[in-house]
């Protein structure tokens, strides 16, 4: 498996790229399209989805022009789903103010949970981690041991819990109760910031000791 990352856009969110034989998912596709666009036809990738983390509108931001041109459905986990049309609970509305976003209505979403297997013909494991956001996921992918922790795991921090149903004692135990669960090599690509170890952060972490 290959990972792409690209973080140059609007509040420095990780939008990845993951590639494995012929095939790619995009997670958290930012605000820079042209970015996106540009890494999709330089790579010459065959895009097939793409996964949110959760639905803040900084990770998804360039949905409503990348899932369109590309015609990709989009992955999300069922307590995301309204914030995708609402400005309030996505939390666009108290930070853009001028550009409060919303999904549009034509673009196929998904849900997906930790009962989901198969993403696109992805192996995967989704693990539910809310305290950030209430419908966070993780995303393993456990033969290649790496791991899409969204805002809940960063190196050495977690994620906020002052927005829409945040808590910090359920992100804390989540992320102790499942993602510390992963054997300690696995690489952790969050959100925002620089990748990790599951067992660097077990040993470090302050906020997680």
Known sequence: MRVIVSSNNLIQVNTYFVIKD???LIIDPGSNVKQISRIIEEEALNVVGVILTHTHFDHFLGCNEINKMYDLPLYVHPKGVEMLYDSEKNESAGIL???QLRLDTDILVTTINEE???IASFNVNIFHI???SPDGIAIYFKEDKIVFSG????KLSIGRSDFYKGDEKQL???VKNKLFSLPDDTVVYPGHGLSTTIGYEK???PYLR
């Not at 805002?151 to 960063?154: I, K, M, N, P, W």
């Open 22 to 24: 012929d095939k790619c």
């Open 151 to 154: 805002d809940s795991l960063f």
């Open 172 to 174: 804390i135990t989540n």
């Open 130 to 132: 809310p305290g950030h």
């Open 116 to 118: 989901t297997k198969n």
């Open 97 to 99: 103010r001028a550009r």
């Open 203 to 205: 040993k470090n972490n």
